[in-house]
């Protein structure tokens, strides 16, 4: 016996029963997101494994854990994109697009891959719809970035979200702060999880976001607030707030939101839902002023974020979107004769641009075609057997209203567009 195949784990099919879900959302996206000025970008899915170690930095969990190294030349590893930022970073570079606009805003739509452990909303290929805005370090356009977030989430439909902000703060502040969390972490070290202990040394801002309830206690007995930051940050951060309330975007504050890429600075957000579990996450972003410049580019200031199209589809809870007609028009036809001009008749209607589809049986009963043509959704039903062929007709069904009639052959592309 031949083996069976299943599908790998951490992934999904998006099968045709699904599709319309995932184009209402990404045609929604689009026509925001354009009104926004934003201009959309395709990168490859796979990069050398040494960008994203460097933008994301290599003791982050994503280099560390996730990444999903391609197999191949050692000595120039390649690996598939666990986000699109650092891909986004390295072609605004290579392409020197600073010289021809002084702020590029782009977005993506694709799947991402991470080597998680498969849970609600987590998958090793995942979605994102993102978007970066490169070219100006005003806070101004942190706070439309997010603003662009919530206006997505509304066009979505998507309720009961709650949306965090932080600020980090400047490279310099996040040094300090880095200190200062080592500092007051090491005094109850060892009542840290084995996996925070791991992150005191590699990355101490993970220890903060960990659900372990004994390391949550130990981060709430810290009592952060914006201590480490400049008095620039703080008024950097202000500005952010202020313009926030002026767009009526509701959102808290949260001093243990860090987010765990190294490139962030200055603030970070992210959007949650309950109905997602303990995996809560919708999205998230922030600004990352220094990224491009540490790639090799020139110095620019850049903020954006990436909204996970799964967990955007699983808080909607499967509502049913109403199907489209697959098709305009279903050619049924019986016989090898009548077939033939089925499949003359057929590239004609598509060449004129209706949508249209026949059976490829030329023994199918008529009704056996016209369940199908119901299956198919198809508003006509033309009927072509060897009286119409005789007659060079073609009987005509409206199937909504149910009215047949009969149409000369080399008129039913003009009146089925003419009704269409």
């Given amino acids: 016996m031949s083996k069976k195949f299943s599908i790998p784990r951490g992934t999904a099919d998006i099968l045709p029963s699904d599709i319309s879900h995932w184009q209402t959302m990404e045609q929604s996206a689009r026509q925001v997101l354009e009104i926004y000025g934003y201009k959309e970008i395709r990168t490859p899915i796979f990069e050398e494994t040494a960008l994203f170690a460097r933008s994301l930095g290599q003791s982050t969990d994503v280099v560390q854990k996730q990444i999903l190294t391609l197999a191949g030349d050692k000595e120039n590893s390649l690996s598939l994109r666990p986000e699109g930022t650092a891909s986004i970073a390295r072609t605004y570079i290579e392409n020197s697009i600073d010289k021809k606009e002084s702020l590029t805003k782009l977005y993506y739509i694709g799947p991402m891959f991470r080597g998680e452990r498969q849970q609600k909303g987590r998958l090793r290929q995942f979605h994102q719809i993102g978007v970066e805005a490169i070219g100006t370090s005003q806070p101004l356009l942190d706070a439309e970035v997010i603003a662009l977030a919530v206006h997505l989430l509304s066009e979505f439909e998507i309720n009961g979200y709650q949306l965090r902000i932080n600020s980090l703060g400047t490279s310099e502040d996040k040094k300090n702060f880095s200190v200062f969390l080592r500092e007051k972490l090491n005094q109850d070290l060892a009542a840290l999880c084995k996996d925070c202990q791991g992150r005191f040394e590699r990355n101490v801002f993970r220890v903060l976001d960990c659900k372990n309830e004994g390391c949550k206690k130990i981060v709430h007995n810290l009592n952060l607030k914006d201590s480490h930051l400049s008095s620039e940050s703080r008024q950097y951060f202000n500005k952010v707030k202020a313009t926030l309330n002026l767009l009526n975007v509701a959102y808290q504050e949260e001093p243990l939101l860090v987010r765990g890429l190294d490139y962030y600075t200055h603030t970070v957000f992210e959007i949650s839902h309950t109905g997602l579990g303990s995996q809560d996450a919708l999205g998230a972003g922030g600004r990352y002023d220094n990224l491009i410049e540490e790639l090799g580019g020139p110095k620019a200031g850049a903020v954006g974020f990436a909204l996970g199209m799964e967990r955007m589809l699983l808080t909607k809870g499967g509502t049913e979107i109403p199907l ?11 016989g090898e004769s009548c077939i033939e001009q089925a499949v003359i008749l057929l590239n ?20 056996s075609q016209t369940r199908l043509a119901d299956k198919l959704k198809a508003k006509y039903v033309l009927f072509l057997g060897e009286d119409e062929l005789k007659e060079k007709a073609i009987t005509l069904k409206d199937m909504q209203s149910g009215q047949q009639e009969k149409v000369p052959m080399e008129k039913i592309g003009e009146v089925i567009q003419n009704r269409i």
Avoid: C, T
């Fill in 324 to 334: 489209d007609s697959v098709v305009d028009v279903f050619l049924a036809s019986r």
């Fill in 348 to 367: 004609q209607l598509r060449h004129l641009g209706i949508s249209s589809d026949m059976s490829y049986e030329p023994d199918a009963s008529f009704k």
